[in-house]
């Protein structure tokens, strides 16, 4: 589920995303979707004190913050690197799961001239695909907003490209760790300035790692 209240985020997503399976696109805010995880773009230190982060946290209590920042220091150490992701029970039943991501180091970051949302939005998916290989089944359903398309201030359509390239490489790719999947889109990417204001595009999987059970 992609759901955000720009307007331009989801007509952005609708262009994007057109024909691609298992997709819901809405106009609203993600705390009114039910499903088995939310996605948060958040910063390194897993701080929630801007956008979407703290909307969520006021919605689930300031006890995420704590489970989010304790995931952090036990997975990663001081920070949580952009092209990573921590999972984590939220607490509730809906969702059950929350998913953070960074689309930037610190908060307010412009990171409109970064691979920042494409590495976030893959980095967020292949948390999916590591819970679900902790506990076969746990998350089915994942709601998404615009990342980095507010307080990061990407454009819309950038944004949108770039979270498209991050689903497809999802659907085809289970990567061992961030470290495989960040150098993959970096190196894919990095050349393609102009190409994800344009049009989406797709990230081929490499031949090492692990492709998708």
Not at 16 to 23: D, E, N, Q
Not at 60 to 65: D, E, P, S, V
Not at 198 to 211: A, D, F, M, Y
Request: aromatic letters at 6%; one cysteine or more.
């Amino acid at each position: 589920m992609l759901t955000d209240i720009n307007t331009s985020v989801v007509s952005a997503w609708r262009a994007a995303f057109a024909g691609t399976p298992g997709i819901e696109i809405r106009k609203g805010s993600i705390l009114d979707v039910k499903a088995d995880a939310w996605v948060t773009p958040t910063n390194s230190r897993g701080r929630m004190d801007g956008g979407v982060d703290a909307a969520i946290k006021r919605h689930l209590g300031a006890g995420i913050q704590l489970r989010v920042q304790r995931a952090i220091r036990e997975e990663f150490g001081s920070g949580l690197p952009v092209g990573s992701a921590v999972c984590v029970p939220s607490g509730a039943t809906n969702p059950r799961f929350l998913i953070s991501t960074p689309t930037m180091e610190s908060s307010s970051e412009n990171v409109s001239e970064t691979l920042n949302v494409a590495l976030a939005c893959a980095a967020a998916f292949q948390a999916v695909h590591r819970q679900n290989e902790r506990v076969p089944g746990s998350i089915r359903s994942v709601a998404l907003v615009g990342m980095g398309a507010q307080t990061g201030r990407v454009p819309a359509r950038v944004c949108a490209n770039l979270m498209w390239s991050g689903h497809a490489l999802f659907e085809e790719h289970y990567f061992a760790d961030y470290d495989d999947l960040r150098d993959t889109i970096v190196t894919q990417l990095d050349d393609l300035e102009s190409a994800p204001a344009e049009e989406p595009v797709r990230i081929k999987p490499p031949q090492r790692g692990t492709s998708r059970r």
